[in-house]
């Protein structure tokens, strides 16, 4: 395959459906297969990036190896696909109107009415195409965010007709929908798949593949009524079941052969052998573990789990590795005062401490730290969970009572926490944090160099603040250790407090690197130091 080939993913129905899962499955079959694959999300909102929107409306920001601010759908594109992600790989219909209207401005439009079609469609079109000639992969999958009919949709909908008139066999459509079971007749419900692919004739795109999500099997006559009254072929309307964990869809997918469905509609003679051994061998160690331990993660977001998603799915990775069972207990950061903390940690083997931004809960986020602390429970902070440690360890330890975060008081006597020198004289708030991978230099006698085990890593960053050095020294005599380094800036990255079992602070996020095949060595170090403590 000398050029690349396309398989659009597109909604209906209802949000939430899970299209981010079947797209990373079935990258992750073709990745299995052999071809170099990745995958493309199109968000329809005018944000620029989620860098700015509070977990609350859209979940956790993910962060690139290159500091692209995205969709949390690009972690389960590399939690899946085992490879890393780019600022190629995330589309907002803000930056394309930027990128048009930026167009625009410098006169490249000249005499021309600047329109959504063909200005608007010829941007996204680019926007895909970048990744064929610029990574050269043999597969690309581009999720289309929303659901067909929504307002925001159209233009990607528009840009996919072009797209499939002008490339025709390089291009493959997967349309995602919801069956609705009806308890009171006991029978599946086509008739919203059946409205739902009409939207899409309506903008003149036909599906080659209808996923149909669903809590029941689908029969025979199911399976045909979808068939003919949505104009795909039979073998071409493939079942969704609900799964006990997102990592058994690509063996649900598997067994569904929507692969080979897709691979006959690109017109792929003949489909290499998959290899995916290692992946069904931790899928098993995974769902045989026994529920062992229980770890809580501490955060001010956790009515929406989504916020820590990559948390959790990091946790769930180590467990898999290691054929330890865990449990979740999600403890809302303001909920916590002194006297609940020992029931609340009553049953705790480890804690995460998530990131985050603002002072709400952190109050009860530095009352868990002291009991943890104290009670030599492992730890585990997360960029504002590192420095909540510190400002905890400054307070309590070193005897300055009023130290805080400058983010939090800007009038504190002590700013243990201050604002980086290169982020003073910064203004706008998206897209200018220190984002993506900086190297850090661990000190050979830590924890995270025995997790490690390499005096040099690369970790991604999301974050303005940093432990201030002029207070180093008292953190030091006091018994914290500060054992990673970035040289270049004099940046304290990680910390350890002495005299305990496992307690340690990273201002990167060891999340956004951790995958189903290979775990984070930060998670596994963390889950073994809770076995041990229970």
């Known amino acids: 395959m000398s050029k690349s080939n396309f398989i659009f993913v597109t909604g209906g129905v209802t949000s939430s459906l899970g299209k981010g899962i079947v797209a990373s499955s079935l990258g992750n079959l073709f990745k299995s297969r052999g071809y170099s694959t990745t995958i493309l999300k199109l968000d329809p909102y005018l944000n620029v990036d989620p860098g700015t929107l509070n977990p609350y409306e859209h979940g956790e920001c993910y962060v690139t190896k290159d500091g692209a601010e995205t969709d949390l759908d690009l972690g389960h594109y590399e939690r899946f696909l085992n490879i890393p992600t780019s600022q190629l790989n995330n589309v907002t219909t803000g930056s394309i109107y930027k990128s048009v209207i930026e167009r625009e401005r410098k006169g490249d439009f000249l005499g021309k009415t600047v329109q959504v079609i063909p200005h608007i469609t010829d941007e996204i079109k680019r926007r895909i195409l970048l990744l064929e000639t610029q990574k050269k992969f043999q597969i690309i999958i581009v999720e289309i965010?929303?659901?067909?009919?929504?307002?925001?949709?159209?233009?990607?909908?528009?840009?996919?007709?072009?797209?499939?008139?002008?490339?025709?066999?390089?291009?493959?459509?997967?349309?995602?929908?919801?069956?609705?079971?009806?308890?009171?007749?006991?029978?599946?419900?086509?008739?919203?798949?059946?409205?739902?692919?009409?939207?899409?004739?309506?903008?003149g795109v036909q599906p080659d593949i209808i996923v149909c999500r669903t809590e029941h099997t689908l029969n025979d006559s199911v399976k045909q009524k979808i068939a003919l009254f949505c104009n795909v072929d039979y073998n071409s309307v493939i079942e969704s079941i609900n799964a006990e964990t997102i990592y058994e869809v690509p063996l649900l997918m598997l067994q569904q052969k929507l692969d080979a469905v897709v691979a006959e509609k690109l017109g792929i003679q003949k489909i290499n052998r998959i290899n995916n051994v290692i992946w069904k061998k931790r899928l098993k160690k995974f769902k045989d573990a026994e529920k062992e331990l229980t770890i809580a993660i501490i955060g001010k977001y956790v009515e929406l789990k989504d916020s820590y998603k990559s948390i959790y799915e990091s946790l769930i990775h180590a467990s898999a590795f290691l054929g330890k069972g865990i449990l979740i207990k999600w403890i809302h950061s303001e909920k916590i005062n002194s006297r609940n903390i020992a029931n609340q940690m009553r049953d705790c083997h480890g804690v995460i401490i998530a990131p985050g931004f603002g002072g709400r809960g952190i109050d009860g986020k530095l009352i868990a730290v002291k009991y943890i602390r104290e009670n030599n429970i492992p730890f585990l902070g997360i960029c504002l969970g590192m420095q909540v440690a510190v400002i905890e360890f400054f307070r309590n330890v070193c005897g300055y009572k009023t130290a805080h975060s400058v983010e939090m008081n800007t009038e504190t006597k002590y700013p243990i926490i201050d604002l980086m020198k290169t982020q003073i004289e910064v203004?706008?708030?998206?897209?200018?944090?220190?984002?993506?991978?900086?190297?850090?230099?661990?000190?050979?006698?830590?924890?995270?160099?025995?997790?490690?085990?390499?005096?040099?890593?690369?970790?991604?960053?999301?974050?303005?603040?940093?432990?201030?050095?002029?207070?180093?020294?008292?953190?030091?005599?006091?018994?914290?250790?500060?054992?990673?380094?970035?040289?270049?800036?004099?940046?304290?990255?990680?910390?350890?407090?002495?005299?305990?079992?496992?307690?340690?602070?990273?201002?990167?996020?060891?999340?956004?690197?951790?995958?189903f095949i290979q775990p984070h060595p930060l998670f596994t170090s963390f889950i073994n130091a809770s076995l041990l403590n229970k």
């Open 145 to 203: 965010g929303g659901t067909v009919g929504d307002i925001e949709s159209l233009p990607y909908i528009e840009a996919l007709r072009q797209f499939k008139f002008e490339r025709k066999n390089d291009v493959a459509v997967i349309h995602l929908t919801l069956l609705p079971f009806l308890s009171s007749t006991g029978e599946l419900k086509t008739k919203p798949t059946q409205h739902s692919v009409k939207t899409m004739l309506q903008s």
């Open 427 to 515: 203004v706008d708030k998206g897209g200018t944090m220190r984002l993506g991978t900086y190297v850090c230099k661990l000190d050979k006698n830590s924890k995270c160099y025995d997790a490690y085990q390499n005096e040099y890593i690369e970790e991604r960053h999301r974050h303005r603040y940093e432990l201030n050095n002029d207070y180093a020294e008292q953190l030091v005599s006091h018994g914290m250790d500060l054992v990673g380094y970035h040289e270049d800036l004099n940046l304290v990255e990680i910390i350890e407090v002495k005299n305990h079992p496992w307690f340690v602070g990273v201002q990167f996020h060891p999340e956004y690197q951790s995958s």
